[in-house]
């Protein structure tokens, strides 16, 4: 089974600054890679699909990247409602989650 | 818009069973695959079982294959989940989600989630 890791596990940082999350495939996954924020207490949102594809709605400042077995979940200025728990999901094949990325302002 | 409500959840005991139910509003439900995932107090997502439109293709997580039987009927717009032998580590919130396009695709609508304790 492929498994999807993600780092790092929690990160701290001001409003305002770049955050970047990675997630790394054991083995290729081409780009079928999304990404989900679900804040506290909250339902997980599609944010990012197929790697770099955003959903509907979701505001400019969060952007994917990657292919194969390495990608990035970046938000380019940190928000106060960024506040959540971010995983990564596989769903090529089977669907996979990553263990999640906590992100807290500093 | 797009409506997607659990229901059945509860305390068991282990060993027992238990059948959730998600009742699908606002879209064409026959058009798309759906899906249960679950969260277990505190611990991040778990995707539990998916079937396609028509039922003809169905996956489930090593951890409650032989165990758990999704279904679906499209003529009363509703997704199932059977679980037989429940254990302790079964303990989570149950979503119930729809997916995107195709069958191997993400998920765009959840639920709030049934809750399923499993405790003696």
């Known amino acids: 089974d492929i498994q999807m890791t993600q780092s790092p596990s929690s990160l701290s940082a001001s409003v305002g600054d770049r955050v970047t999350i990675t997630c790394r495939a054991s083995?290729?996954?081409?780009?079928?890679l999304a990404w989900y924020q679900q804040k506290p207490g909250k339902v997980p949102k599609l944010l990012i699909y197929?790697?770099?594809t955003l959903q509907s709605g979701v505001p400019s400042r969060f952007s994917g990247s990657g292919s194969g077995t390495d990608f990035t979940l970046t938000i380019s200025s940190l928000q106060p409602e960024d506040v959540a728990t971010y995983y990564c999901q596989k769903y090529n094949s089977a669907w996979t989650f990553g263990q999640g990325t906590k992100v807290e302002i500093k | 818009e797009v409506q997607l409500v659990e229901s059945g959840g509860g305390l068991v005991q282990p060993g027992r069973s238990l059948r959730l139910s998600c009742a699908a509003s606002g879209f064409t439900f026959d058009d798309y695959a759906m899906h249960w995932v679950r969260q277990a107090p505190g611990k991040g997502l778990e995707w539990v079982s998916g079937i396609s439109w028509n039922s003809g293709s169905i996956g489930y997580a090593d951890s409650v294959k032989g165990r758990f039987t999704i279904s679906r009927d499209n003529a009363k717009n509703s997704l199932y989940l059977q679980m037989n032998s429940l254990r302790a580590e079964d303990t989570a919130l149950y979503y119930c989600?729809?997916?995107?396009?195709?069958?191997?695709?993400?998920?765009?609508?959840w639920g709030q989630g049934t809750l399923v304790t499993v405790s003696s």
């Open positions: 197929a790697a770099s």
């Open positions: 989600a729809k997916t995107l396009r195709s069958w191997y695709s993400p998920f765009d609508y």
């Open positions: 083995q290729g996954i081409s780009n079928y």
